[in-house]
């Protein structure tokens, strides 16, 4: 027969039970923290050991001063921008736009030259000027020979300056001025004025001009050209054309490489008349051309005048024009003889007084 529980021993087997749930669960747990805190990282790092201040540091790195032994570096400043260089002008058009076609030319009216140099103030002492805007093509040297024309040269001033610089030539005016009462000797001033120019600046171009001679047109350009060049083809004097086709007076254009090449002009042709003929002959036998511009560009009116004292026509001309060829080389540049008497530097062009010789010196 089966003995009879005891009273309360139903609720000990329970609360045994509880207690070994518990147990384990505190167990189960005890051992999760465990695995975990070895796995991860520590809830609470220790921060990082502080770097030990310089051996010579008595203050914070923030205020730290430098050594007694060492200055103190300047804070470098920023470069400051260099000015920009100034630009170089680049050439001149050609043709300048500044040119306005033909141009009414009268010689009623007296000229001033304290007026004429006052609205060309861009003229040099000398008669020296080059455009500022852009650089010239050529540079010129002009030639005009002379002696007692002082009325004919103001209305050459008066008109000329202002075609040259709408020309856009770098350019100087030269009036070679014969002294003394010899007959007067129009292509030895020439060959002068060649020569003296040249002193004072590296012409590339020389225009020879009469000085009674006044361009129509400002299109008819002072400057040279691959072939020397005839200027002045339709003048007032010959009705507005050529009066023969080897016509080479009155105002001309050579290189310097042209001009070499003939020897200059002859020295020899003392009065009027025949030298341009022989510069003529000298071109041509030299193999160069004659360009001109169109009969209507090259309009120029002449200063009517009375035939100078002294430059009476000169008898042996035709003779002398007969025997270019074998006068050539011997008579020019490398014979020219002559004595600067004086040189002025006037506000509008420069003035040279040459004693030239006689016929027979």
Same mark, same amino acid.
């Given at each position: 027969?089966?003995?009879?529980?005891?009273? @309360?021993?139903?609720?000990?087997?329970?609360?045994?039970?509880?207690?070994?749930?518990?147990?384990?669960?505190?167990?189960? $747990?005890?051992?999760?923290?465990?695995?975990?805190?070895?796995?991860?990282?520590?809830?609470? !790092?220790?921060?990082?050991?502080?770097?030990?201040?310089?051996?010579?540091?008595?203050?914070?790195?923030?205020?730290?001063? &430098?050594?007694?032994?060492?200055? &103190?570096?300047?804070?470098?400043?920023?470069?400051?921008?260099?000015?920009?260089? &100034?630009?170089?002008?680049?050439?001149?058009?050609?043709?300048?736009?500044?040119?306005? @076609?033909?141009?009414?030319?009268?010689?009623?009216?007296?000229?001033?030259?304290?007026?004429?140099?006052?609205?060309?103030?861009?003229?040099?002492?000398?008669?020296?000027?080059? !455009?500022?805007?852009?650089?010239?093509?050529?540079?010129?040297?002009?030639?005009?020979?002379?002696?007692?024309?002082?009325?004919?040269?103001?209305?050459?001033?008066?008109?000329?300056?202002?075609?040259?610089?709408?020309?856009?030539?770098?350019?100087?005016?030269?009036?070679?001025?014969?002294?003394?009462?010899?007959?007067?000797?129009?292509?030895?001033?020439?060959?002068?004025? =060649?020569?003296?120019?040249?002193?004072?600046?590296?012409?590339?171009?020389?225009?020879?001009?009469?000085?009674?001679?006044?361009?129509?047109?400002?299109?008819?350009?002072?400057?040279?050209?691959?072939? &020397?060049?005839?200027?002045?083809v339709s003048m007032?004097?010959?009705? =507005?054309?050529?009066?023969?086709?080897?016509?080479?007076?009155?105002?001309?254009?050579?290189?310097?490489?042209?001009?070499?090449?003939?020897?200059? =002009?002859?020295?020899?042709?003392?009065?009027?008349?025949?030298?341009?003929?022989?510069?003529?002959?000298?071109?041509?036998?030299?193999?160069?051309?004659?360009?001109?511009?169109?009969?209507?560009?090259?309009?120029?009116?002449?200063?009517?005048?009375s035939r100078d004292?002294?430059?009476?026509?000169?008898?042996?001309?035709?003779?002398?024009?007969?025997?270019?060829?074998?006068?050539?080389?011997?008579?020019?540049?490398?014979?020219?003889?002559?004595?600067?008497?004086?040189?002025?530097?006037?506000?509008?062009? $420069?003035?040279?007084?040459?004693?030239?010789?006689? !016929?027979?010196?």
């Amino acid at each position: 027969m089966k003995e009879p529980s005891l009273p @309360g021993t139903s609720l000990q087997r329970a609360c045994r039970l509880l207690v070994a749930f518990c147990a384990l669960h505190l167990s189960a $747990t005890l051992l999760y923290y465990l695995a975990g805190s070895a796995l991860g990282p520590p809830r609470n !790092p220790e921060p990082p050991p502080r770097r030990p201040p310089p051996a010579n540091a008595s203050q914070p790195l923030s205020r730290q001063t &430098p050594p007694t032994d060492a200055r &103190p570096r300047p804070r470098p400043q920023p470069a400051s921008p260099s000015p920009p260089l &100034p630009l170089s002008p680049g050439p001149c058009p050609e043709p300048s736009p500044l040119l306005v @076609g033909a141009l009414r030319v009268e010689f009623s009216q007296p000229v001033n030259l304290e007026e004429v140099a006052r609205i060309n103030p861009q003229v040099k002492d000398g008669g020296r000027f080059a !455009p500022k805007d852009c650089k010239a093509l050529q540079k010129v040297a002009i030639i005009i020979p002379f002696r007692n024309r002082e009325e004919h040269l103001k209305y050459w001033l008066y008109y000329l300056h202002p075609i040259l610089q709408r020309q856009q030539l770098d350019y100087g005016v030269y009036v070679i001025n014969q002294d003394g009462e010899e007959e007067f000797n129009r292509a030895k001033l020439l060959n002068i004025g =060649f020569t003296e120019a040249l002193k004072e600046y590296d012409y590339d171009c020389f225009v020879f001009s009469d000085v009674d001679l006044i361009p129509m047109d400002d299109r008819n350009t002072y400057k040279c050209y691959s072939q &020397p060049r005839h200027l002045s083809v339709s003048m007032d004097k010959f009705g =507005f054309r050529l009066p023969y086709n080897q016509y080479f007076g009155g105002v001309s254009a050579l290189s310097k490489e042209q001009f070499t090449k003939i020897n200059g =002009f002859p020295n020899n042709y003392w009065g009027w008349g025949g030298e341009d003929d022989d510069i003529y002959n000298r071109l041509v036998f030299k193999g160069m051309g004659i360009s001109r511009p169109d009969a209507v560009i090259g309009k120029c009116r002449m200063i009517r005048h009375s035939r100078d004292r002294k430059n009476e026509p000169n008898p042996e001309r035709f003779d002398r024009i007969a025997h270019t060829r074998e006068t050539m080389g011997s008579d020019g540049l490398n014979s020219l003889s002559y004595k600067v008497l004086r040189t002025d530097k006037y506000p509008l062009y $420069t003035k040279i007084t040459v004693d030239i010789g006689s !016929p027979n010196s």
